[in-house]
């Protein structure tokens, strides 16, 4: 399937999110250790909040490894919020636009998984999606299918009624068309202010997600890590593995839930698909 790491925190440059890490997301594009498969190179992204109202997105069909925009990208580039993804495709075709983040307006949304049987549910799930919204969908995944529909359900107002909304018809559509298990997924969207990451598969064994720990309390562990000194005490990670192995930096996400993380630091809460 895919990776990501989501950030947030005092602006920091991306090399060091992105690169520098022991277990950074350039090595997972070669080597995940948790992942579905161990290769990611069907592309990459990386979606900054900056100087101006809209993100910004870098995108590239490159593997992370051999991509040389993203080298030099990462080593000028500083942001307090940070969406980056390795993808791993599923079977839609390896472009610019099929790549992760997706963007709308102020969010960004990325997502490691899938829909299940895409093909056979993907024309009553697009005839879903809010007429405005639709000429705005670019490429071919399901990914990005999953986000217009979730910014059809409101999105924008609450995010998590809108994505239990939004898997709910995925789930729905999915078993009319006689698939047991519809989706897999953990995702993260964002929109600037605050992060929301959801775990959750039809299966209930969903892909991998951790959270990082206090940085309060790793920073007194750890006085002497170089990369730890430089990231302040409100940081937070969220990724789909872990950066490094600091005994008691990462958390898992739990099963079946949503992790919102905002400027008072992060709350985890049960999530479920709303069912018409």
């Not at 472009?95 to 998984?113: A, D, E, I, V």
């Not at 005839?127 to 999953?146: C, K, M, N, R």
């Amino acid at each position: 399937m895919c990776r990501w790491l989501a950030y947030s925190g005092a602006p920091v440059l991306l090399d060091d999110l992105l690169v520098k890490p022991e277990n950074s997301l350039v090595m997972q594009s070669r080597h995940s250790r948790l992942g579905a498969e161990p290769v990611n190179g069907d592309g990459l992204g990386v979606g900054w909040y900056g100087a101006v109202e809209t993100p910004g997105l870098y995108r590239g069909t490159h593997p992370a490894w051999n991509d040389r925009n993203l080298q030099e990208l990462s080593a000028h580039v500083r942001a307090g919020r940070v969406f980056a993804h390795i993808r791993a495709s599923s079977g839609t075709a390896i472009q610019g636009t099929n790549c992760h983040p997706f963007r709308h307006g102020r969010w960004l949304w990325m997502h490691n998984g899938s829909i299940a049987d895409f093909a056979r549910v993907r024309r009553d799930l697009a005839l879903a999606v809010d007429p405005e919204l639709f000429p705005h969908i670019e490429g071919s995944t399901d990914s990005e299918l999953f986000f217009f529909l979730a910014l059809t359900f409101g999105l924008a107002d609450d995010p998590p009624p809108a994505v239990a909304r939004a898997v709910g018809l995925i789930e729905e559509t999915g078993r009319r068309h006689g698939i047991e298990l519809p989706i897999q997924m953990t995702v993260a969207t964002s929109d600037g202010a605050t992060t929301w990451a959801f775990r959750y598969s039809s299966e209930h064994r969903s892909r991998s997600l951790f959270h990082s720990a206090d940085m309060t309390t790793l920073h007194h562990q750890y006085p002497d890590n170089p990369i730890l000194r430089d990231l302040s005490e409100d940081a937070r990670l969220v990724v789909s593995e872990p950066l490094g192995e600091l005994r008691g930096a990462w958390h898992e996400v739990p099963e079946s839930s949503c992790l919102v993380v905002g400027a008072g630091g992060e709350e985890v809460h049960e999530f479920a698909p709303v069912r018409s």
